[in-house]
């Protein structure tokens, strides 16, 4: 422990977050920036309580308490910069599991919870909403996919998949 002691002695002018830049690709980050723009509406580089407030607004949310927002401020424990911004969601994304996200996505998908969703409606809603797929992505992504004779995705095992891989490993 003593060498471990010694090394983190020497780092201590770097600053935790420093390391926040790479959590992330490039175009991430730009986007980041693009929505730290949109809430820093002064652009004086720091998030603000009522900046906050109205951004809240602008989306539609105008009943948001200040204690609420103060909270929020106070995961940065100082001024709101864009490293800060920058760094608090990262640990808010790290903490989210690709597997949850994926499930919850599809849970949309089936209102009644079977865990199956159909595998022509899906389709459907793959080309005609958000980023379109091309019918041969749409072929792609289901050939991964555990699909029953009657046409439906489980899609517990295609996340599964997703986020572990394809291989059934015996335990």
Do not use: W
Request: aromatic letters at 10%; one cysteine or more.
């Amino acid at each position: 422990h003593a060498s471990k002691k010694a090394s983190n002695k020497r780092q201590r002018g770097q600053k935790s977050s420093s390391n926040v830049f790479s959590m992330f690709e490039q175009s991430q980050i730009q986007e980041f920036k693009e929505a730290f723009g949109c809430i820093d509406q002064d652009r004086d580089g720091v998030i603000k309580k009522q900046e906050m407030k109205e951004t809240y607004a602008q989306l539609g949310k105008l009943n948001v308490k200040d204690e609420e927002l103060e909270e929020m401020l106070n995961e940065g424990k100082g001024p709101i910069n864009f490293t800060v911004f920058l760094t608090l969601f990262g640990e808010k994304l790290n903490g989210t599991d690709p597997e949850d996200t994926i499930l919850a996505a599809f849970k949309l998908f089936d209102p009644n919870g079977t865990g199956f969703v159909n595998k022509d409606e899906f389709k459907r809603l793959l080309m005609n909403q958000a980023d379109k797929f091309t019918a041969e992505e749409v072929d792609q992504a289901f050939a991964l996919a555990p699909i029953d004779p009657s046409g439906n995705i489980d899609y517990k095992s295609l996340c599964y998949i997703i986020t572990h891989g394809d291989e059934k490993e015996e335990s």
